[in-house]
């Protein structure tokens, strides 16, 4: 299709295709489509709802990000004691990590991701480096209580005095989770950047738990929807998220960016939505359909335009 203004021929049939419009309008150059004071009007109409709807993002993740401790809200998740497994959650910060944190978190990284890594570790490992100490990194530590104290321990994460001193000299750890809230496709989302358990404390449930309570965290900063990356050769992971947990492959992912080229990538993202929007953007084909659509409604069109000069037949459908 041409990118320079064609008039509007009266036999072109416009079947408009819901909200999304004007994004498709300037995407596709269809903006050819409408006369000049039309588009100007548009355009703006346009650019001024995409910065009220970033300057909110931004708001969102700034208020997300104000918060000192995600786990304040959820006190009765501080604790898990289930399937012969008793531990207690604490919060921290990737800026905050004392040095013996930092060496756990790097062991227990490639214990676990060395093999489904493979090849691409080293690169990876540099990588999840920096990633550990930045600023914005939050991280909820699980550390184990022995049994004869767990009692004693609830009592003591449940009152209201609390203290992070107790926490960090309390039980080893035994994993821990790190996330940060981002936007993702004009999406503000809580991304979970890593969940590490130890082998010993694998299949207990205790995964699970842990991503239920991101969940609430990215519900009570409205977030959009909790998003991850997993490695194709993770089966286990991918089966816990998928399966398990009812994650879905999300439109960001290389494999559905382009089957073609995702299927060489060794990654996928997951996510799981909790409204419309981000149902709509991050997870559903609809997008991608109606781009297929169009692309194949114009060339038609280039052949109609060659045979029959400039009778362009558009269907887009109302949704
Ligand atoms: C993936 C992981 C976070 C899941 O947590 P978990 O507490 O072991 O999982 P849960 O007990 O809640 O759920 C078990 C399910 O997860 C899957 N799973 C993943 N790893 C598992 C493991 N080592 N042992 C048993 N089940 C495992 C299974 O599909 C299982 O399904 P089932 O209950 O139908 O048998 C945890 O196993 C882990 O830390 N693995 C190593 C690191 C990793 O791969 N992290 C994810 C990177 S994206």
């Known amino acids: ?60 993740i700034k208020a997300a990000y104000v918060e000192k401790d995600d786990l304040d809200y959820f006190r009765p998740f501080r604790h898990y004691d289930r399937n012969g497994l008793s531990v207690y959650l604490a919060s921290g910060r990737g800026n905050k990590l004392s040095i013996p944190v930092k060496h756990y978190i790097q062991n227990l990284l ?14 990876q490992e540099k990588v999840k480096r920096r990633e550990m100490v930045a600023p914005e990194a939050r991280y909820i530590f699980v550390h184990e209580v022995a049994n004869t104290n767990a009692k004693k321990t609830k009592m003591m994460l449940t009152a209201e005095n609390t203290s992070n001193g107790f ?62 990356t997993v490695q194709k050769a993770n089966i286990l992971a991918m089966n816990f998220y998928i399966s398990k947990l009812r994650y879905v492959i999300s439109t960001v992912s290389p494999s559905r960016i382009n089957p073609g080229i995702g299927i060489a990538k060794s990654y996928e993202i997951l996510c799981k939505t909790f409204n419309d929007e981000a149902k ?26 060659e045979t029959a000069r400039l009778t362009w037949l558009i269907f887009f459908r109302f949704l």
């Open 167 to 228: 926490l960090e000299n309390g039980g080893p750890l035994v994993g821990f989770v790190q996330y940060r809230f981002i936007i993702e496709e004009e999406i503000p989302v809580l991304y979970v950047y890593e969940l590490q358990l130890e082998p010993r404390v694998q299949g207990k449930e205790l995964g699970k738990f842990l991503m239920q309570l991101l969940e609430l965290i990215a519900h009570k900063n409205c977030m959009g929807a909790v998003m991850l």
């Open 280 to 305: 709509t953007i991050l997870e559903a084909v609809l997008v991608n359909d109606n781009r297929e659509m169009i692309l194949t409604f114009s060339r038609i069109g280039d052949e109609l335009e």
């Open 110 to 123: 490639k214990l676990n991701m060395e093999g489904p890594y493979g090849s691409e570790w080293e690169a």
């Open 1 to 60: 299709m041409e990118e320079a203004k064609v008039p509007v021929h009266e036999n072109t049939i416009f079947v408009v295709s819901g909200p999304d419009l004007y994004k498709q309008a300037n995407e596709f150059s269809l903006t050819a489509l409408w006369d000049d004071h039309n588009v100007i009007s548009l355009k703006m109409a346009k650019r001024r709802e995409v910065l009220a709807k970033k300057r909110a993002n931004e708001e969102l």
